[in-house]
């Protein structure tokens, strides 16, 4: 199994470091899959955390064993400081109960931020009042100081909204300060994707690059190349790949990604989980 660069004490103490010491630096450290932690004036943003053994009990004994592959970085009770935690859709590695029930215990007061069409299935997945979850739609901003998301539709396979027209399934571009980063969720690339994101100007892209194996029976995401393709027709200054190294049944090396950005000249980096990457001041 894969080990973490930092993991629980190792990792809490490259946190708190992290946090004290360069505070006008943007942090950001992988937690596996597609699970971010993000620090910004020590304020901290985790985003669609999966920090569980969730999926492998529940599929185990089936045709899609999920077996892990990475073991976890830190144990979500301890995360006693995050200030806001993201969903980006329902699927159990982007919203698992058992990752967010904990960390939402130890950090009473971080906001939930998931798509609106989704809000209720969040609450009752969670167990927790409705009205707790901070709904988010295409094109709109929650300012949750220091941090102010805008949601961008994701196609998981393609771009789903519920009756109301709301987006099932989404990415985010996050401001916090002088920066601009953009989670996509999980996604492929549909008709105007890159338009759309463009006027950001993301300093940061986190890209998933699993592909779309429609052997593994579940839904696909960018390939490798075609992450480093967005990253470029975004102008995104920095692209990192994600969701891959969880589970066996579901993954892809990143060897293509890095390959494809290189031809490009697509700037980028490779974390292994519990690693930081630090950007600025």
Known sequence: MIRPVLADDAFLDDVAAARRDEPGALHVWWLGQSGFMVAWAARVLVLDPYLSDSLTAKYAGTERPHVRMTERVVDPA???FVDVVTSSHNHTDHLDAETLVRLLAASPAARLVAPEANRAFVAERLGIDPSGPIGVDDGVTVALDPFALTGVPAAHEEVERDEAGRCRFMGYVIRCGPWALYHAGDTV??????????PFAVDLALLPINGADPARGVAGNLDGPEAARLARDVGAGLAVPCHYEMFEFNTAPPDAFVAEAERLGQPHAVLRAGQRLTLGP
Do not use: T
Request: glycine share 8%.
């Open 78 to 80: 301890r995360l006693d």
């Open 189 to 198: 690339r549909y008709r105007g994707m890159a338009e759309r994101l463009r």
